[in-house]
C-alpha cells in the first residue's frame, strides 16, 4: 500500500512538473517572423477572395439586369 502512495506521489510531481515546464516554454514563446508572415499572406488571401467575389457578384447582376438602352 505504501508503495502504491509513493508511485502516485512521484507520478502526481512529475505531471505537476510536465505543467510548470509547457506553461513556462508557452509563456516566453515570441511569435516568430514565420507566424507574422502567415497572418500577412491569410488577410491578403482574404482581400483577393473578396474583391474576386464582389467582381463575380456585380457580374451576374448585370446579366440579371441588363443595361437599358
Known sequence: MRTMV????????LALALVV???RR???RRPS???SAAVHQAR???H???AQRQV???L???HRNPPST
Do not use: I, N, P
Open 60 to 62: 451576374a447582376e448585370r
Open 44 to 46: 491578403a488571401d482574404q
Open 6 to 13: 509513493v508511485s502516485l506521489a512521484m507520478m502526481l510531481a
Open 56 to 58: 463575380a457578384s456585380g
Open 26 to 28: 508557452d509563456r516566453t
Open 21 to 23: 515546464f509547457v506553461a
Open 48 to 50: 483577393r477572395h473578396d
Open 33 to 35: 517572423d514565420e507566424d
